[in-house]
């Protein structure tokens, strides 16, 4: 059974970076395919990007080109998100997830327990 | 389209039968998977692929597609259903699995 254990709640000024620590144990991060997923107050699930098992890279969604770097420490089993130039907007819980895939679908099996990062000046 | 509607919110008697819809051109290649998120949680798996529950899901919760939508049902809603629900799949072109739904709160009267 996957644990995903993450890192704790951040305070962050504008401009500022972030990163957020999974710490894996049940597996090793070199059998998972890798992701984040943030959400904001009362809002949505947005992801942010992850590992694409069929060409073996990070892909990172359009929205966070440049300003996030995707991580993994294979000795620790622990992967990291940093987010940079933070800014108010990126107030929000940010999930590391797992996902399989299987015919023409993919899932996200396994959930870190979410890492509260606000932005304030 | 990489974009997913869901309607906002839903509501069932208890012991009652809920579909919740999700709309989008990447379902008509790709399946979608399902997530319950309770308030301060972070979602859990409810369904994945053509119509499968992650072992522990109660087999009240099923998935159907049809075209462009896909739909997960709740049969004999129960009060811990209360929630909110994501559907998820892969972009239109499955170059990754980052689209997610705009979320349905479904309240159990």
């Known amino acids: 059974q996957v644990q995903l254990v993450q890192s704790g709640a951040e305070v962050k000024k504008p401009g500022a970076s972030v990163k957020v620590s999974c710490k894996v144990s049940?597996?090793?991060?070199?059998?998972?395919?890798m992701h984040w997923v943030r959400q904001a107050p009362g809002k949505g699930l947005e992801w942010m990007g992850g590992?694409?098992?069929?060409?073996?890279?990070?892909i990172y969604a359009q929205k966070f080109q440049g300003r996030v770097t995707m991580t993994e420490d294979t000795s620790t089993d622990t992967a990291y998100m940093e987010l940079s130039s933070l800014r108010s907007e990126d107030t929000a819980v940010y999930y590391c997830?797992?996902?399989?895939?299987?015919?023409?679908?993919?899932?996200?099996?396994?959930w870190g327990q979410g890492t509260l990062v606000t932005v304030s000046s | 389209s990489s974009e997913l509607t869901q309607d906002p919110a839903v509501s069932v008697a208890l012991g009652q039968t809920v579909r919740i819809t999700c709309q989008g051109d990447?379902?008509?290649?790709?399946?979608a998977s399902w997530y319950q998120q309770k308030p301060g949680q972070a979602p859990v798996l409810v369904i994945y692929?053509?119509?499968n529950r992650p072992s522990g899901i109660p087999d009240r919760f099923s998935g159907s597609s049809s075209g462009n939508t896909a739909s997960l049902t709740i049969t004999g809603a129960q009060a811990e259903d209360e929630a909110d629900y994501y559907c998820?799949?892969?972009?239109?072109?499955?170059?990754?699995?980052?689209?997610f739904g705009t979320g349905t709160k479904v309240t159990v009267l």
């Open positions: 692929g053509k119509n």
């Open positions: 998820n799949s892969r972009d239109s072109s499955g170059n990754h699995p980052g689209v």
């Open positions: 049940g597996y090793t991060l070199t059998e998972l395919s």
């Open positions: 990447s379902l008509r290649s790709y399946y």
């Open positions: 590992f694409d098992p069929e060409d073996g890279e990070t």
């Open positions: 997830a797992t996902t399989e895939e299987g015919y023409s679908s993919s899932w996200y099996v396994n």
